[in-house]
């Protein structure tokens, strides 16, 4: 007797739960696919009554990762906007947090991927693709919660920065992460330093008076 639809959907999601911790632990060319499955809890031979490929597999992987980390920048984007700092130094303070360093299962898709996508074929490329527009869209949002809607000018400049942003903090959380067990305090050190040159760096300058500027040039 064969399993029912909802059973093989559930067999599914936990083949993809077991394969996006490990990959994240591991990368994706670290993983086999029996041991894989054994942690999914079935056998290798069950894998092809759902994936074609491993590919496939990572394909889904990093689309499912990418759609949860999308659902929480719009969560993120609901909050309240803090008191006492920005929304911006906010994520920072998360985001280059030794909590969410170590949390390399549950952390920033983006981050926990990165080192696997240039490798990987076009789909999972183009799914990774989807999710790191994404984050920069969720940064750009965050740099300018609180200013007046922006012009398209201003605009890109705020999305330029966030993209430059992004990859500073990346950079940090990445080499935090490559050190963390070798040298614990240089880890710590890289989050520090990360977090108070972003912080500093994310302080938008007004735009430029136009009116303010004609004036000057008549005098």
């Known amino acids: 007797m064969g399993v029912s639809k909802q059973q093989a959907e559930e067999n599914r999601r936990s083949i993809v739960d077991a394969a996006t911790k490990l990959f994240r ?29 491993k590919n496939a597999l990572v394909t889904k992987v990093i689309e499912t990762a990418m ?13 309240p906007a803090p008191v006492d700092t ?11 947090s030794e909590g ?5 299962e549950c952390g920033c898709a983006v981050a926990g991927f990165v080192c696997d996508v240039a490798r990987l074929g076009e789909e999972a490329q183009s799914r990774f693709t989807i999710g790191l527009n994404a984050a920069f869209t969720f940064l750009t949002e965050l740099v300018a919660v609180g200013a007046p809607p ?32 070798a040298d614990g305090a240089l880890a710590n050190e890289i989050l520090v330093v990360g977090r108070k040159a972003l912080i ?20």
């Open 25 to 53: 632990e591991r990368g994706v060319d670290g993983v086999g696919l029996a041991e894989l499955m054994k942690h999914a809890g079935f056998t290798q031979g069950g894998f092809y009554n759902h994936f074609k490929s």
């Open 67 to 79: 759609a949860e980390t999308a659902a929480e920048f719009r969560e993120i984007l609901s909050r």
């Open 100 to 104: 969410h360093r170590d949390d390399i």
């Open 200 to 219: 500093g760096s994310s302080k938008l300058k007004p735009p430029k008076d136009p009116e303010r500027k004609r004036k000057h040039q008549r005098r």
């Open 150 to 181: 922006a012009k398209l000018k201003e605009r890109r400049r705020l999305r330029e920065q966030a993209i430059s942003l992004y990859c500073q903090m990346m950079g940090a959380l990445l080499l935090s992460r490559s050190v963390r067990i």
């Open 86 to 96: 920005t929304c911006f130094e906010r994520q920072v303070d998360y985001y280059l």
